[in-house]
């Protein structure tokens, strides 16, 4: 009977990521309950370099496997398959990063497996695993579990933590995998870094949000402002995003990004229920807004009722000040 | 061209999440249902497709309910055919990518939308496109297709990616790919001629339990620090000595 975890590493140009040092951590917590051990997975080039990182890091065994040249979410796919053949994993655990919510179904779909998308938290029963994970962009949480195994799951960045036990033994063995030519009907030719060093407001600490209350494309400057003062990323209401003054890559909400950093600053945001939805877990909200019976105040910590073009100059102008001071 | 593009069927965003007395679902008794929002960009496109390159397409709908307003108005903005596959069982990505494979035959092209948002899943395109053995490239934003190659494009964190490949293909759509139209009267008038059809049919079993469903944790309302921008000192203050978030 299959047994363990397998969890796939994203290795985006030689870069390990830390939503995948999360996963690997949480697979290392689930392991003695569901049985089985750990295996990492790392895929194509650079892989042996980054084997030696992360095995201390949660693995019992650390796959690396060539042959995967060229990015192709069919080539991974089956690479991945071949990888849980070899070592007759029950799970499978990816990090729901964009790259790995492309994965995770693909191979889901091979092995004709559960697939559990955005895990948020996981637990062991009876050896097999409980997920829960937000439906309605984060409106409710469901709990669920899958009748069968094999199962592949994505675990949401950000909400776990990586391995902070002891060094774990991290055996490190090359595997290697032959991808059929089919495999390359579609395949990724670039990967242009989005507008100069602007941080992605789904991995940003603290999001900076602007709305219809800002005025117009121009009106962003004072946000973008304070997004600089405080390292923070530009966030957007769909709203703005509809009338072309920012791109869809800001949109929060529903039909945009879910976020939960430690700080989120809704600026001329009335706060739909649809915005609401893909922020209200940030850890301190705060609202400004110069309608005091705005809905955004309603989950903001703290809120100001004022007019932006007024307040906003004058938080940066405060927040650059404060922060100096340390 | 043969043209495929898939339907879901969502509560309106507008909705107000309950638990059902199971303690599993949602109670969605008061629901407004709507095609599922990015769906509306797989429509578009396959629309703008088939109006580039002839052939036909095909809407599809998987599920219990009576969909037929809304396949009509899919017919009004284009479609050439539509169907819903009726069955009464619990689905999930495999059972209904395993439905639409059975129905549609051999497509060029099927467009879906990037995620339903009562699920937030993003998994029947993968499925899909392996039933049918073809690539799947998902999260589109932008998409080109010309001499049975595409050149498609997505985000990804903090990068746009370009993906490259040839039809036989199945996309999943996101925002920003194109501006979906609306139908006027002529179209919706013409669609009422348009071949609609209702197919009872058995889904595969479920693989998932749903096990609890649960409200997030209400916020505790919080407090007005000031008005205007003699609040600034104020909140700067709490922000850094009662909430240390900066
Ligand atoms: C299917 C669907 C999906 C959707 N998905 C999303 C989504 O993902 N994300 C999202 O954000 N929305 C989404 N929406 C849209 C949502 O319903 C709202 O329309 C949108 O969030 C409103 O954006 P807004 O708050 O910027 O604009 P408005 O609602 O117009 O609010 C502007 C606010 O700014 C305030 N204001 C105006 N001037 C000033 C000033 N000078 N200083 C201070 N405050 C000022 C006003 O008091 C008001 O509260 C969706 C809608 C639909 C139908
Ligand atoms: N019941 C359904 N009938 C037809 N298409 C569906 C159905 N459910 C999902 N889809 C399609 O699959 C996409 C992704 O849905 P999901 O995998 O549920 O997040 C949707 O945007 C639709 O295009």
Not at chain 1, 66 to 87: D, K, M, P, Y
Not at chain 1, 267 to 276: D, E, F, M, P, T
Not at chain 2, 1 to 11: E, G, S, T, Y
Request: glycine residues 10%.
């Amino acid at each position: 009977m299959a047994h363990g975890i397998l969890v796939v590493l994203e290795n985006r140009g030689g870069v390990l990521k830390h939503a995948s040092l999360a996963a690997l951590g949480e697979a290392a917590r689930l392991a003695p309950a569901v049985g089985g051990g750990v295996t990492a997975l790392l895929l194509g080039p650079g892989a042996e370099a980054l084997a030696e990182d992360a095995g201390p890091r949660g693995a019992d065994r650390v796959l690396t496997m060539q042959g995967i040249e060229r990015w192709s979410t069919e080539a991974a796919a089956n690479a991945v398959v071949a990888a849980l053949r070899s070592v007759d994993a029950a799970f499978v655990f990816v990090s729901a990063t964009t790259q790995g919510r492309d994965l995770a179904p693909a191979v889901a779909a091979r092995l004709d497996a559960a697939y559990l998308a955005d895990c948020t938290q996981l637990s062991a029963h009876a050896g097999t695993l409980h997920a829960q994970r937000p439906v309605y962009a984060g409106k409710a949480m469901l709990s669920t579990r899958p009748m069968a195994e094999p199962a592949v799951f994505s675990l949401r960045p950000g909400a776990f933590d990586a391995w902070s036990g002891p060094a774990t033994a991290g055996t490190v063995s090359a595997l290697h995998h032959t991808p059929a030519a089919t495999d390359f009907s579609a395949v990724v030719t670039a990967i242009a870094a989005a507008s100069s060093g602007a941080k992605d407001v789904a991995e940003a600490d603290i999001v900076v949000s602007g709305g219809r209350g800002l005025g117009s494309a121009e009106g962003f400057k004072a946000l973008e402002d304070l997004a600089a003062v405080l390292g923070a990323a530009v966030g957007a209401s769909r709203a703005v995003v509809d009338l072309g003054w920012r791109p869809h890559s800001e949109q929060v909400g529903q039909t945009g990004k879910v976020v939960a950093p430690k700080l989120y600053i809704a600026c001329g945001i009335s706060g739909a229920i649809q915005h609401l939805a893909g922020m209200t877990t940030s850890k301190v909200i705060v609202a400004i807004n110069k309608d005091a019976e705005a809905p955004i105040f309603k989950v903001a910590d703290y809120g100001i009722v004022g007019d932006v073009a007024e307040v906003l100059p004058a938080l940066t102008a405060a927040l650059r000040q404060a922060l100096a001071q340390r | 061209m043969n043209i495929v593009c898939c339907l879901a069927r969502v509560p309106d965003t507008t909705t107000r999440i309950a638990v059902a007395a199971d303690g599993r679902n949602p109670d969605l008794a008061n629901a407004q249902w709507i095609i599922n929002p990015y769906d509306e960009y797989a429509l578009e496109a396959a629309v703008q497709l088939r109006e580039a390159v002839g052939g036909e397409v095909c809407a599809v709908h998987v599920g219990p309910v009576d969909f037929q307003k809304d396949l009509r108005a899919a017919l009004a903005k284009g479609a050439d055919k539509a169907v819903q596959l009726q069955t009464d069982s619990p689905l999930g990505p495999h059972s209904i990518a395993a439905l639409i494979a059975a129905q549609c035959g051999k497509p060029d092209v099927v467009f879906l939308g990037k995620q339903s948002v009562d699920g937030d899943v993003g998994g029947t395109g993968a499925f899909l496109a392996h039933l049918l053995g073809v690539p799947v490239i998902s999260r589109v934003s932008h998409l080109n297709i010309q001499d049975g190659r595409f050149t498609a494009q997505r985000e990804i964190e903090g990068a746009v990616e370009t993906i490259e490949g040839s039809l036989p293909a199945v996309f999943t759509l996101d925002k920003g790919v194109n501006e979906p139209r609306r139908a006027g009267l002529k179209e919706i008038m013409a669609a009422k001629k348009k071949p609609l059809d209702v197919l009872k049919v058995a889904a595969l079993p479920a693989r998932l339990e749903a096990l609890k469903l649960e409200l997030p944790q209400a916020r505790k309302s919080g407090r007005i620090v000031g008005t205007g921008a003699a609040a600034v000192a104020e909140l700067v203050r709490v922000l850094r000595d009662e909430a240390k978030a900066i």
